[in-house]
């Protein structure tokens, strides 16, 4: 793809582990340009479930959107500043690799991770808020295994070590963002080759807890955003209207209105022990790949899942 528009580099997860910290710091440094909203999902090839429901399709394959699209969502980038975009759903998908790497073979990567247990429990509630849920968290866990298996983050890590060299990832870990952001900021920069300047999103927690006001409310903005992407012609006019347009951004700002900052309930004991068992190997292979202890990510007593604020 020599000469054509390429990325410098992509986030691509894990969800509720940082990557909105993560977004907003780059988003201010004056070297790094992200794209217009965290989430463009250009590299990602399976169209996820949430999203065939709330269009009423079964589809099971993203529609390319063009190369034409992507620079789009970067011509507000100043000459010289490295473009990039985040979406936890890359990590995941079977085929973002390949995708990346066929943009650009030499883009470099970040992961998010957070321990999986608390990862996951945050994850349904930040969903939840959004999506018109009408199970529980346990429930969750029976009827939709593949939710605490995107948590597994070593075969995604593996996945993209079949397309990029070591050298193109960085990782980041939410207990070190906790224990020394700046020092988890400074090497972020150092990967990506610019200079750790000052950035106020540093010290500032984003994406926080959140619980709904009215499930009504979300239920209707959630139905009328089904009978709007449904067909091909009305679907077209709502992704000109969210990305070219702006109201993406209103959209956005009316979901948040019905949300309020607050405290989920605590994960019970029993569940945070079936969390447990189901990460613990693939949370032992990621310490040893890492080449960090990560034994307190098994342990109940650190388990951390009702704060009022997470990255």
């Not at 509630?125 to 948590?151: C, I, K, R, W």
């Not at 619980?211 to 903005?221: D, T, W």
Request: aromatic share 12%; glycine share 6%.
């Amino acid at each position: 793809m020599s000469g054509a528009f390429q990325l410098d580099w992509a986030g691509v997860g894990a969800a509720k582990a940082g990557t909105s910290w993560t977004a907003a710091i780059l988003g201010e440094h004056p070297e790094i340009c992200v794209g217009k909203g965290k989430e463009l999902d250009y590299f990602l090839e399976n169209m996820p479930e949430y999203m065939r429901l709330r269009l009423g399709t079964d589809e099971t394959k993203m529609r390319p959107k063009g190369l034409d699209w992507l620079q789009q969502q970067f011509d507000h980038c100043r000459p010289g500043q490295l473009k990039g975009e985040i979406s936890p759903r890359y990590l995941s998908d079977p085929g973002s690799p390949r995708l990346l790497h066929e943009h650009n073979p030499d883009i470099k990567l970040v992961f998010n991770f957070r321990n999986p247990t608390e990862a996951a429990y945050s994850y349904f509630h930040h969903y939840s808020a959004f999506h018109p849920v009408e199970m529980n968290f346990e429930q969750a866990l029976d009827n939709t295994p593949e939710g605490a298996e995107y948590f597994k983050y070593i075969q995604w890590i593996e996945h993209y070590l079949e397309y990029f060299p070591r050298d193109n990832i960085h990782f980041i870990l939410m207990d070190d963002i906790r224990a020394d952001s700046r020092a988890v900021y400074h090497g972020l920069c150092r990967f990506l080759g610019v200079e750790a300047v000052e950035v106020e999103s540093l010290i500032r927690r984003v994406n926080t807890s959140k619980q709904i006001r009215s499930k009504a409310l979300l239920r209707a903005v959630y139905g009328m955003n089904m009978f709007v992407g449904r067909h091909a012609s009305t679907r077209w006019l709502r992704d000109r209207l969210k990305y070219d347009l702006g109201f993406g951004n209103v959209w956005f700002k009316i979901k948040q209105l019905n949300l309020k900052r607050e405290k989920y309930p605590p994960l019970t004991p029993e569940t945070r022990d079936r969390l447990l068992d189901i990460y613990r190997d693939s949370n032992r292979r990621l310490g040893e790949f890492l080449d960090r202890d990560l034994g307190h990510w098994n342990d109940p007593a650190t388990i951390r899942t009702r704060e009022t604020a997470e990255a």
